[in-house]
């Protein structure tokens, strides 16, 4: 799970503007596509733009580009799409590396006549993309959600992927008790009840779930985002969840254990999967992975720590030994 966020740029003009005034869900949209536009030039400085595939029943938008390294596919979570979820990494790491960041399937600007919600589709159709870019050897990184679709791509593929990094994910380690607890203590009845707001409230909610310190975000533009990001594709989501609780133990068993390196990048303060899930997953992978654990930080440790998170990317990716101290939990 993630959100599409406000730039720091956006909310500095929000505060400046009398929301008293009533403005429209159509000022919150543009001031939301602003953002976005603001962001797509900061990627065609470093050689990132986007494109669109048509892969069978699946159309795809996704972020190519950067420099002549190895390839670097990044999968955002839920409720977001790549633009959102990754544009401090891709900027980064576009420096060393060629980007491949797609919108996954009913996100942001990627669709598909198949009505099929699983990750085995979601991996499938990663996975198409690639061979259509001719990248056969690639690092893979996902948050949350596109956490567990790299590990259902790992499984299927594991001759093509180097090296991985999870962020707030417990990818195939996933257990439906994660999510109960969570239910319990938000007080709600579904996962698409928490993690699909339909109000600027709920939106609220939502974000003091995924941030350490949560930003403040004027009504009108919380409706933008609400239109732009969570009511396109909202039966789409539902099915999507429910695909992911529904399967999770087939997602477990279907293949062994991915054994790529892996790095696992957490928030101590993380609410959706408590810091409980890390210590699963990395003992899960018996002795291929390491742990580090991000002090104020909660479900979006790449964007609240983005600068030492990126680094420690960086350095994992590269080969180059990782060091977590101070911040890893002992």
Not at 82 to 111: K, M, N, V, Y
Not at 114 to 121: M, N, P, Q, T
Not at 254 to 259: L, N
Request: glycine fraction near 6%; charged fraction near 25%.
């Amino acid at each position: 799970m993630s959100l599409p966020l406000p730039s720091r740029w956006l909310r500095r003009i929000a505060r400046r503007v009398p929301v008293a005034l009533g403005l429209s869900v159509t000022v919150g949209c543009s001031f939301v596509d602003a953002a976005a536009r603001s962001k797509e030039r900061k990627f065609a400085r470093v050689g990132v733009t986007s494109q669109r595939a048509k892969l069978g029943p699946d159309r795809i938008r996704y972020w190519e580009g950067g420099a002549d390294g190895k390839p670097i596919v990044l999968l955002h979570g839920f409720g977001a799409d790549a633009l959102w979820q990754w544009h401090p990494q891709i900027r980064a790491l576009a420096e060393t590396h060629r980007i491949i960041a797609p919108d996954l399937i009913w996100f942001g600007e990627s669709t598909s006549e198949a009505r099929e919600h699983s990750l085995e589709h979601q991996a499938k159709a990663v996975l198409a993309l690639l061979d259509e870019e001719q990248v056969d050897d690639f690092h893979l990184i996902g948050v949350s959600y596109g956490g567990m679709v790299a590990h259902e791509i790992a499984g299927r593929a594991p001759n093509r992927v180097d090296r991985v990094v999870l962020v707030a994910s417990p990818a195939r380690a996933f257990l439906l008790a994660d999510k109960k607890a969570v239910l319990r203590d938000f007080g709600v009845d579904s996962t698409e009840d928490l993690i699909l707001p339909t109000t600027p409230a709920e939106l609220e909610r939502l974000m003091g779930l995924a941030f350490h310190q949560p930003p403040r975000v004027p009504r009108f533009i919380a409706q933008g985002v609400l239109d732009r990001y969570y009511r396109g594709h909202r039966d789409d989501h539902v099915e999507l969840l429910r695909a992911v609780e529904s399967n999770t133990t087939l997602h477990r068993e279907r293949y062994e254990i991915p054994e790529a390196p892996t790095l696992i990048v957490w928030g101590e303060d993380d609410r959706v999967f408590p810091v409980r899930a890390a210590f699963r997953i990395h003992k899960e992978l018996e002795g291929a992975s390491q742990l580090c654990i991000f002090s104020e930080a909660a479900h979006a440790p790449h964007l609240e720590r983005w600068e030492d998170v990126t680094a420690l990317m960086k350095q994992f990716l590269d080969g180059k030994e990782v060091s977590c101290n101070p911040l890893e939990i002992r």
